[in-house]
Every structure is written in structure tokens, then in C-alpha cells.
């Protein structure tokens, strides 16, 4: 009940936030946000947070400047950058402290989506750094750009076939066990 009840809060938290439209008030959740987050960072959390935090930051850099350049709203970007933000860290505060298997619980749908999404990334992870793993040992000079670029272009068409070939046999095999999503 408690996990439920925390997710419903952090539903509510993401609606309030979007809905804000003063960046002051943004700024005050974000230090809000970043008093919640202190209790409990240990160097390696900390470590953690930072990087999808410095990923919201360069998101917000190359969607949000562009349009506020185009257009000429400049308050827009700093609002945008507030909100990222803002249910960046109240994401981050949510899944360490949300238990999201038995939250989701009252849905068999959402559950089984959750099962099988979560499957699909710790797989898709693991073949990533196979990958990645590979890749190092075949260049012990260090891996160059244009190295890089293909190995992505690779490893990005080699996870897009992988997905549609296995995604029809899973839902094949949920089907007859029961687990239809229809």
C-alpha cells in the first residue's frame, strides 16, 4: 500500500510541476528537491544522480536553446530547463524509494508490461556491453571516432532487427500462458 501511495504522490508531483509556469517557484521545488535528495547520497548515489542530471541539462541545451532562439521566447528556456529539473530529480527521489513490482500491482497489465520491459533492458544492457567489451579488446590504442560511429551504427541496426524478431515471439509466448495484453 505504501509503494501505491507514494506513486500516486509522485503522479501528482509531476502534474504540479508541469503545471507551474513562474520559474521562481520551480527554483524553490528544485532546491526542495535537491534537500530531499541529501540524506541519502552517499558519494556513489550522488554519482548516480549526477549523469541523468547532466543529461537533462544537455537535452534542455539542444531542444530548448534552438527554439528559443528560433522563436525568440527566452523565458521559455530557463522554464523548460526548471521543469526538466525539477521531475528529473522527483523521478530520481521516487525510484529510490518506490518499490515499482509491487506498486503496479493492482494492474495485471501494467505489471506484465513492467516485467517484460524491464526484461528487455537488463538483456539489452548485458549485449551492450558485450558489445562495448569487444570493442576495447579489438582497439588497444583507444577507440576513435569514426570507430565509434560505426560500431554504433551497428550495434543500433543489430538491436532494431533483435527486437522486432524477438518481440513477436514473446508475445506469442505470453499469449499462451495466459498472459494476453488485449
Known sequence: MKDKVLLFLYMAGVVFVSSLSSPGHLLFIFFLLLL????????????????????????????????????????????????????MLLTLLALSRINLYSALSFSRSLSQLLVLSSSYILLYRRLFLDFLQALKSRSPEGI???????????????????????????????????????
Do not use: Q
Open 144 to 182: 576513435k571516432g569514426k570507430e565509434f560511429v560505426r560500431f554504433s551504427e551497428g550495434v543500433g541496426g543489430y538491436f532494431f532487427e533483435r527486437f522486432l524478431r524477438d518481440s513477436e515471439e514473446v508475445a506469442e509466448a505470453m499469449k499462451s500462458r495466459g498472459l494476453d495484453l488485449d
Open 36 to 87: 530531499a535528495h541529501m540524506p541519502s547520497a552517499s558519494r556513489r548515489r550522488l554519482r548516480r544522480r549526477v549523469k541523468p542530471i547532466s543529461l537533462a541539462l544537455l537535452t534542455t541545451l539542444f531542444i530548448s536553446v534552438p527554439y528559443a532562439l528560433w522563436t525568440g521566447h527566452y523565458s521559455y528556456l530557463s522554464l523548460l530547463a526548471l521543469r526538466a529539473l525539477d521531475i
